[in-house]
């Protein structure tokens, strides 16, 4: 089935750890973004590629990096985790042009302790 | 800056007609999205309005007043599986999306 896979769905992690939150598209999608949801927000865009080999910082881009080494995978980094990234973390896709809606993976529920 | 105001919960009655309202403030406007998002899911897109008027898809209907810098959602013959958050998100002048905070609908029987 076509569609974004996030792994892993729920993680605890300790303060200080790094941690890769991975996400895959099969829908040739050019471009990819991670958003992070919390409770009485809208979603947050952290970072973002419009293609691939091509990345950018969103709203939020401080303590997480990406890179988009080829089409369908878009890895999202925490170095060094703080409590205050503990949040559900959506993977999402589209073919880039400007009105096409968004894909989204099933999320990443991450606690940082 | 730019902003998005959505009512944070609404409770309507199953079979009835609910609206959802979303005003925007935004640096340009490219078009405005509406999305469903049941608990513990993923957002999953309902419609997208770029010129003033009504879009009709079922029983759901999205109208834009670009003047105004305003859009609602019309849910219509409401069903128990409508109970969700609706997330109203507008592609600003650099094709960035703003998003709202989501309006939770409560649907009871």
């Known amino acids: 089935i076509a569609g974004i896979t996030q792994a892993p769905t729920s993680q605890i992690l300790a303060a200080g750890r790094r941690m890769t939150l991975r996400c895959t598209q099969d829908?040739?999608?050019?471009?990819m973004y991670w958003y992070r949801q919390d409770l009485g927000l809208g979603l947050r865009l952290i970072h973002y590629?419009?293609?691939?080999?091509?990345?950018g910082k969103g709203e939020v881009p401080d303590g997480y990096s990406v890179s988009r080494a080829n089409t369908d995978d878009f890895p999202l980094t925490l170095a060094s985790a703080v409590p205050s990234q503990t949040s559900v973390y959506f993977c999402?896709?589209?073919?880039?042009?400007?009105?096409?809606?968004?894909?989204f993976g099933n999320g990443t529920r991450l606690t940082v302790t | 800056g730019q902003n998005i105001d959505q009512p944070t919960e609404m409770t309507a009655t199953e079979g009835a007609i609910v609206q959802i309202n979303c005003t925007y403030q935004t640096s340009g406007f490219n078009g405005l999205f509406w999305y469903q998002q049941h608990a513990g899911e993923a957002p999953t897109f309902l419609s997208y309005n770029v010129l003033d008027g009504l879009e009709e898809k079922g029983r759901f209907s999205s109208f834009l007043s670009r003047s105004k810098g305003y859009s609602y959602l019309l849910l219509k013959e409401l069903q128990m599986k409508d109970s969700a958050s609706y997330l109203c998100a507008v592609m600003d002048s650099n094709y960035q999306l703003i998003w709202g905070a989501g309006t939770k609908l409560i649907i009871k029987p």
């Open positions: 829908m040739r999608h050019n471009a």
């Open positions: 999402a896709s589209s073919p880039g042009t400007g009105n096409s809606p968004l894909h």
């Open positions: 590629s419009n293609t691939a080999g091509t990345t």
